[in-house]
């Protein structure tokens, strides 16, 4: 079968450096994508990685390594609005996208 | 409503090495383009895209860059291996059914 893995919940501190990892198993590899979520909000794009490495965007950076099955969201200088799902989402040989279930990140002062 | 989403914002890399870019258009507008942007130039079209088909790729330079658009909705562009006078801002549109373009922040790709 097809599954995105994510940690359910991680805490960090204003300020900090927080890296939210996400594993994948699917049926081919078209691209994988991180997305914020506010509670009560739609998802909004965060990045794109579609080939090996660090894609850097602000204070937010995504890594991938497709051998690996593996990516992260790195989110540095963290404020409290940074407080949100951040979910991890894999396209698949269908071009099918496969989400995790998110990752609730809590920010405390 | 979201406007068309292009990543990333900008991306340095040596030459030979590949680089991908990705563009998001408007839902519900069909049409995507490619576009390329040179300092103090119009844009230059490399490929259009009617939903899923590639309806002109003539200016696409096949022998590094491809596109693909499988589901007609979002599109990836990707050059391999790159070479330096690919520095360039990329810049994807997609279109209303009246003819208006809509244009992304583009990314801009330096190669060194």
């Known amino acids: 079968g097809q599954n995105i893995d994510q940690p359910t919940e991680m805490t960090a501190t204003e300020g900090a450096i927080v890296q939210i990892n996400c594993t994948y198993q699917?049926?081919?590899?078209?691209?994988l994508f991180w997305y914020q979520q506010h509670a009560g909000e739609a998802p909004t794009f965060l990045s794109y990685?579609?080939l090996d490495g660090l894609e850097e965007k602000g204070r937010f950076s995504s890594f991938l390594s497709r051998s690996k099955g593996y990516s992260y969201l790195l989110l540095k200088e963290l404020q409290m609005k940074d407080s949100a799902s951040y979910l991890c989402?894999?396209?698949?040989?269908?071009?099918?996208?496969?989400w995790g279930a998110g990752t609730k990140l809590i920010i405390k002062p | 409503e979201a406007g068309v989403v292009q990543s990333p914002r900008y991306k340095i890399i040596e030459k030979k090495q590949p680089v991908a870019f990705w563009c998001n258009p408007i839902s519900g507008h069909n049409t995507l383009y490619w576009y390329l942007q040179n300092l103090g130039q119009g844009p230059e079209l490399l490929i259009r895209y009617e939903n899923e088909e590639a309806v002109d790729d003539s200016q696409l330079p096949k022998d590094r860059f491809s596109a693909e658009r499988l589901k007609g909705v979002d599109s990836t562009l990707k050059i391999q291996p790159a070479e330096l006078g690919d520095s360039a801002v990329y810049l994807c549109a997609s279109r209303t059914a009246t003819g208006e373009l809509f244009f992304g922040e583009g990314s801009r790709l330096t190669v060194l």
């Open positions: 989402a894999v396209r698949d040989s269908n071009y099918q996208l496969i």
């Open positions: 699917t049926s081919g590899f078209n691209g």
């Open positions: 990685n579609v």
